[in-house]
Structures are given as C-alpha cells and as structure tokens.
C-alpha cells in the first residue's frame, strides 16, 4: 500500500498515515495528492485511529497503529474528534514527541495582518494535560505538573530552532504571578536555559498580556515557547489572526518520531462536503519534509500553495473561493508540478 512519486534524494521515506476522522479524511486525501507531485519518494501505510475506530472496535488507538507509528520514519495525521486525548494526546505521550511546533504565518489576504511570521514551540508532555484528574466530593482537580527537565529541553530546542531558522528571539509565555511555582519553575529554567544562547535576544510576557499583544502587534514575536494548555490557546488565537484554522500546521517531535498535523479538528459539521481547506494538511507536509531534510521539496510546496492561496482562484470557501478540497489540492499540485 505504498505510493512512489518521484525522484527526490534517492530515499524512500516509510510514512504512516492516519487520515482520522471527519475532514481529516478529506484534507489527508488532498495533502497525499500534492506529495504525489513531488520528487520525494513515500512508501505509506495506512493504519486506523478515532471515532469511527472508536465506535467499530471499542478502542480509539489499535497498538497496531502505535506500532506502525513507532516503526514508520513519520507519521501524517488527519484530525480526531471527541477521542483525541486518547489517540493524539496519547501517540505524543507514547513517543515522547515533547515538542509541539505550531508556526504562524500570513497567507494571502484573508488574516488581519499581512506580515505575521511567529512559531510557537509547545510543551507537549507535562501541564494539565498529563491527564491527572479526580472527582473529589466537591466536584474534581487536575494536577499540574511542571519540571525543570521538561522545561529544559523544549526551552533548548526553542532557541536552537531560532538560530537554526535564522530567527532572533524566543519569548517565553507563563503566568508566574500567579503559578508561582509552576510556572516560577518554567520561568527561571527559560532564563538558565537563556544564558547558553545570548546570540538570541530573551524575553518573557505572562499568558493574558501575550493574548492581548498577538491582536495588537503580533508582529513583534518570533519564537514564543510555553507550557501544553497556553500554547494550545495561544495557537488558536494565531489561526484567528492568519486567517482560521485551516491555515495552521504542527509538528509533533521527540528525539526519535515525528507526527504532523493540521491544528484543526475533525470539523463534523461539514465533513463529508468537500468544502475543507486543505492548507493546513499541506503545510504539515512541509513541516514533514523539513524533519526528514528534504528542504528543497518543502519550500517549493510551500511556494506552490502560497501561489495558489495569492491568486485565489481556486481556493476554498473560507479563502473567499468557491472551489471543492480537491480542486485546490489539484492547483496547488500543477503549480508544483510547474516548478
């Protein structure tokens, strides 16, 4: 079940793929049909997880599917609905993919501003989203955990990411006045952590403050890296300033595994029509082909999309178009394919 495009590097690159749930079937379809246009070989498996999978065999992520993951050189992912704490939150924890790349970045002119270009870098494996939860008479808690090897190494892979992709400086969102010793902790590990990169300016905003900034002078950030719930919010609030959702890849990365993902979800409400944009999904397979160091195809993706978003003749409802996922996917492949 594999699909050859190409010539590339000369590798094969073993990809399972997940397409999900929803419109994460549709997008992934798109996505694919794009990858098919380029010069990068893939073997890809398809492997279940989700919902549907949910509802057909009692379990959202089959340890078949964890495995292929663990076996596969990256992994496409789709969306997920309700299920998600169970297959996405669960792959990222099974893998220690502890980094959660969002980048956000203007295209054509649908976002409020024409020149945004920031990444956030998210904790993916502590916060509240660990998942320790407990009713308790009164109602429930949730534990919060934060530490210092955690928030050393994702803070470390901010600023080498910064250097790495020519950028200036990482900015560190917390809410330390409050969470004195949670984010106390995150706050003085971003400072030490800081001091082995002065080449790279430092900064550090509290979560309402930076909320309020990304609306008003989104302009002045670069690379901001916090903890999993902040940047979950915050990156949403980035698609809202670009432009939506459908604009908005990620990349979940360990020492050893990559998934890439749209930061949409499942979007019930117009599965099944085939008015998704696909943008997201692609963009994620840029940040695919960046992990495995095939630059070159991932620019001129990139560049094959932005053409096609600019133009906006064949783009979907949300970009001000009327055409259908796959047709915008088709353009964005015979631009590529011009290139």
């Given at each position: 079940?594999?699909?050859?495009?190409?010539?590339g590097?000369?590798?094969?690159?073993?990809?399972?793929?997940?397409?999900?749930?929803?419109?994460g079937k549709?997008?992934?379809e798109?996505?694919?049909?794009v990858?098919?246009?380029?010069?990068?070989?893939?073997?890809y498996?398809?492997?279940?997880?989700?919902?549907?999978?949910?509802e057909k065999?009692?379990v959202?992520?089959?340890?078949?599917?964890l495995?292929?993951?663990k076996?596969s050189?990256?992994?496409l992912?789709?969306a997920v609905?309700?299920?998600?704490?169970?297959v996405?939150?669960?792959l990222?924890r099974e893998?220690?993919?502890?980094?959660?790349?969002?980048?956000?970045?203007s295209?054509?002119?649908?976002g409020?501003?024409?020149?945004?270009d920031?990444?956030?870098?998210?904790?993916?494996?502590?916060?509240l989203?660990s998942?320790?939860e407990?009713?308790?008479?009164?109602g429930?808690t949730?534990?919060?955990i934060?530490t210092?090897?955690?928030?050393?190494?994702?803070?470390?892979?901010?600023?080498?990411?910064?250097?790495?992709t020519?950028?200036s400086k990482?900015?560190?969102?917390?809410?330390?006045?409050v969470?004195?010793?949670?984010?106390?902790?995150?706050k003085?590990?971003?400072?030490?952590?800081?001091?082995?990169?002065?080449d790279?300016?430092?900064?550090d905003f509290?979560?309402d403050?930076?909320a309020?900034?990304?609306?008003?002078m989104?302009?002045n950030?670069d690379?901001?890296?916090?903890?999993?719930l902040?940047?979950?919010?915050?990156?949403?609030?980035g698609?809202g300033?670009v432009g939506g959702l459908?604009?908005?890849?990620?990349?979940?990365?360990?020492?050893?595994?990559?998934i890439f993902?749209?930061?949409?979800g499942?979007?019930p409400?117009?599965a099944?029509?085939g008015?998704a944009n696909?943008?997201?999904?692609?963009?994620?397979t840029v940040?695919?082909?960046e992990?495995?160091?095939e630059?070159?195809?991932?620019?001129?993706?990139?560049?094959?999309?932005?053409?096609?978003?600019?133009?906006?003749?064949?783009?979907?409802?949300?970009l001000?178009?009327?055409?259908?996922?796959?047709?915008m996917?088709?353009?964005v492949?015979r631009k590529?394919?011009?290139l």
């Amino acid at each position: 079940m594999g699909c050859c495009c190409g010539t590339g590097s000369g590798s094969t690159y073993k990809i399972t793929v997940i397409p999900g749930d929803g419109i994460g079937k549709e997008v992934m379809e798109a996505a694919l049909r794009v990858l098919d246009a380029s010069n990068v070989d893939f073997d890809y498996t398809f492997a279940d997880a989700g919902d549907e999978q949910l509802e057909k065999t009692g379990v959202a992520l089959p340890q078949e599917t964890l495995d292929m993951v663990k076996k596969s050189q990256a992994c496409l992912f789709g969306a997920v609905g309700e299920s998600a704490a169970d297959v996405i939150v669960k792959l990222r924890r099974e893998l220690d993919l502890y980094v959660n790349l969002r980048p956000v970045h203007s295209y054509g002119k649908k976002g409020r501003f024409g020149d945004v270009d920031f990444v956030i870098v998210r904790e993916n494996t502590e916060g509240l989203y660990s998942g320790h939860e407990e009713y308790t008479d009164e109602g429930a808690t949730a534990l919060r955990i934060t530490t210092r090897a955690a928030t050393r190494r994702i803070c470390e892979f901010a600023f080498n990411y910064a250097k790495k992709t020519g950028r200036s400086k990482v900015t560190a969102v917390h809410k330390a006045n409050v969470l004195k010793k949670t984010d106390g902790v995150f706050k003085e590990v971003f400072y030490q952590t800081a001091e082995n990169h002065k080449d790279i300016e430092s900064n550090d905003f509290y979560v309402d403050a930076t909320a309020m900034y990304l609306v008003t002078m989104p302009q002045n950030f670069d690379v901001i890296v916090t903890s999993n719930l902040f940047g979950d919010i915050l990156s949403d609030e980035g698609a809202g300033i670009v432009g939506g959702l459908g604009l908005l890849p990620s990349a979940n990365i360990g020492d050893d595994n990559g998934i890439f993902e749209p930061v949409h979800g499942s979007a019930p409400n117009i599965a099944g029509k085939g008015i998704a944009n696909p943008s997201a999904m692609i963009l994620s397979t840029v940040l695919m082909l960046e992990y495995l160091g095939e630059q070159d195809e991932a620019r001129k993706i990139e560049k094959a999309l932005i053409d096609t978003i600019d133009e906006g003749k064949v783009v979907t409802s949300d970009l001000g178009g009327s055409s259908s996922t796959m047709e915008m996917a088709e353009e964005v492949a015979r631009k590529l394919g011009e290139l």
